[in-house]
T-cell receptor, first 113, second 112 residues
């Protein structure tokens, strides 16, 4: 079974530019999550999709962040315009249910300069 | 305000000995707890979980203990080979939500 795939693995952009991160969950997993880890701190929840619907987006920092999951398969997270404090590692995860924990992707390391 | 706290940023143990990682939480609504392990440049990997109806769960070398009255859980790893050197995250969720609240992690270093 293929795991959760994230692309790109690294991205360096200038402040004010736009970046789009992509996540391909495990096939058949209805639940997809985005998390972020900034500067070695805790891994913080951003949002949760069930299929194509946003179930919980309480962790999204501000309206510069836009997540989509058209068709309920892969998801994208767009940051526009990027600010310096957006730097961090963005993790995507997927699950079928709650009982066995999420499966995380390897993350996208975003550096805004 | 952090709801899940891992107060030890790092821990060193000798190879073959027991590793004990601790985690405290403040939200009494949490009823499901997990431990994840993370190697550099990789995503967190699920290790073990425990529901609040239990006080212990064991899976191979990993045992998680939950003390609800103290709002404390711990992960015991026995024995600890050098390959266990990683950052360990504690996480919690409340019933009916799929959102996990993570701690800041403890870096475990197993010395050969």
């Amino acid at each position: 079974e293929a795991g959760v795939t994230q692309f790109p693995s690294h991205s360096v952009i200038e402040k004010g530019q736009t970046v789009t991160l992509r996540c391909d969950p495990i096939s058949g997993h209805d639940n997809l999550y985005w998390y972020r880890r900034v500067m070695g701190k805790e891994i913080k929840f951003l949002l949760h999709f069930v299929k194509e619907s946003k179930q919980d987006e309480s962790g999204m920092p501000n309206n510069r962040f836009l997540a989509e999951r058209t068709g309920g398969t892969y998801s994208t997270l767009k940051v526009q315009p990027a600010e310096l404090e957006d730097s961090g590692v963005y993790f995507c995860a997927s699950s079928q249910d709650q009982n066995y924990g999420y499966t995380f992707g390897s993350g996208t390391r975003l550096t805004v300069v | 305000d952090q709801q899940v706290k891992q107060n030890s940023p790092s821990l060193s143990v000798q190879e073959g000995r027991i590793s004990i990682l601790n985690c405290d939480y403040t939200n009494s609504m949490f009823d499901y707890f997990l431990w994840y392990k993370k190697y550099p440049a990789e995503g967190p990997t699920f290790l073990i979980s425990i529901s609040s109806i239990k006080d212990k769960n064991e899976d191979g070398r990993f045992t998680v203990f939950l003390n609800k009255s103290a709002k404390h859980l711990s992960l015991h790893i026995v024995p600890s080979p050098p390959g266990d050197s990683a950052v360990y995250f504690c996480a919690a969720s409340a019933h009916g939500t799929y959102k996990y609240i993570f701690g800041t992690g403890t870096r475990l270093k197993v010395l050969a």
